[in-house]
Antibody
Framework: QVQLVQSGAEVKKPGASVKVSCKGSGYTFSSYDISWVRQAPGQGLEWMGW????????NYAQKFQGRVTMTTDTSTNTAYMELGSLRSDDTAVYYC????????????????WGLGTLVTVSS | EIVLTQSPGTLSLSLGERATLSCRAS???????LAWYQQKPGQAPRLLIH???SRATGIPDRFSGSGSGTDFTLTISRLEPEDFAVYYCQQYGGSPPGYTFGQGTKLEIK
């Protein structure tokens, strides 16, 4: 069965960076895009960007351009999201999500989600 | 960028009633690339509907989606206890391809 296993909770100081991982299993990792979505406490869902695990192409939401980097390692079937220059309003649960169908390039909804990684930014 | 506006913000209904949730887009959603998700407290979202009206695998047939262009609806025909949750609509595709979520509708027990 498809699983996305995310790394554990993080506590960071303002101005620092955080790198969250998402390990996929139960499917051909390189055939599916991975998106990252965050949810601040008590708030809605916010899409941050996607990466093609096939060719590494990325598309970042304008809000996060210059501050986020998404990568994949097909040798370990793991996707990564690094967010820099952290602020207190970056405190959120960060989810990775896989497209419903292969080679989507942003054209398919998210059929599978990780359980989320809580990132807390506090001095 | 397409903005999705969901209404109502909160919907209070009883078990067995019919729920109608609305999602309005600021511009036409191409090819009906509109999805609905359900999220329960402490859980990740779950895909319910894609392509505006196609149920995802394993989703009960009491959930249905409809609409096109800028107006979309999620209907739950007879509310079960497990249906009380927050529902989000999502637009995908576009040029360049990306994603936008609505702000959510909370469905609560009356």
């Amino acid at each position: 069965q498809v699983q996305l296993v995310q790394s554990g909770a993080e506590v960071k100081k303002p101005g620092a960076s955080v790198k969250v991982s998402c390990k996929g299993s139960g499917y051909t990792f390189s055939s599916y895009d991975i998106s990252w979505v965050r949810q601040a406490p008590g708030q809605g869902l916010e899409w941050m960007g996607w990466i093609s695990a096939y060719n590494g192409n990325t598309n970042y939401a304008q809000k996060f351009q210059g501050r986020v980097t998404m990568t994949t390692d097909t040798s370990t079937n793991t996707a990564y999201m690094e967010l820099g220059s952290l602020r207190s309003d970056d405190t959120a649960v960060y989810y990775c999500a896989r497209d419903s169908f292969p080679y989507g390039s942003g054209n398919y909804p998210f059929g599978y989600w990780g359980l989320g990684t809580l990132v807390t930014v506090s001095s | 960028e397409i903005v999705l506006t969901q209404s109502p913000g909160t919907l209070s209904l009883s078990l067995g009633e019919r729920a109608t949730l609305s999602c309005r887009a600021s511009q036409s959603v191409s090819s009906s690339y509109l999805a609905w998700y359900q999220q329960k407290p402490g859980q990740a979202p779950r895909l319910l509907i894609h392509g505006a009206s196609s149920r995802a695998t394993g989703i009960p047939d009491r959930f249905s989606g409809s609409g096109s262009g800028t107006d979309f609806t999620l209907t739950i025909s007879r509310l079960e206890p497990e249906d009380f949750a927050v529902y989000y609509c999502q637009q995908y595709g576009g040029s360049p391809p990306g994603y936008t979520f609505g702000q959510g509708t909370k469905l609560e027990i009356k």
